[in-house]
């Protein structure tokens, strides 16, 4: 299996055990909050909202990865398009940080 695949099915392990909080608005309260644990941004979101989410992880000390398109973010998780998603649970959010580590 490679990183892709695991990082898709790992995302979709994280959802059902309701780990996974999405959407911009959501997200931001999640790193604002220091619940989330690691933040994911799609690679065709907005420059305007890549910016911003990496500037509010940056100053909060959340980690962020850049990975996957909206919709494939969304079918990891089993909804519509998702931009943006943050991990609320350190064991997913450790997990995903190591097969990103094997993608770079």
């Known amino acids: 299996m490679t990183p892709e695949q695991a990082i898709f099915n790992l995302l979709g392990i994280a959802a059902s055990a309701r780990k996974v909080v999405s959407g911009e608005e959501q997200v931001i309260k999640e790193v604002r909050s220091n619940s989330a644990k690691l933040v994911i941004v799609s ?25 996957g398109t909206r919709e494939a973010l969304g079918h990891a998780t ?26 770079a």
């Open 43 to 67: 690679t065709d979101a907005s420059d305007n909202t890549t910016k911003k989410m990496h500037d509010k992880c940056a100053y909060y000390n959340v980690p962020i990865y850049t990975f």
């Open 78 to 103: 089993g909804r519509e398009s998702r931009v943006s998603l943050a991990i609320m649970d350190n064991g997913f959010a450790k997990k995903l940080s190591q097969y990103f580590n094997e993608l």
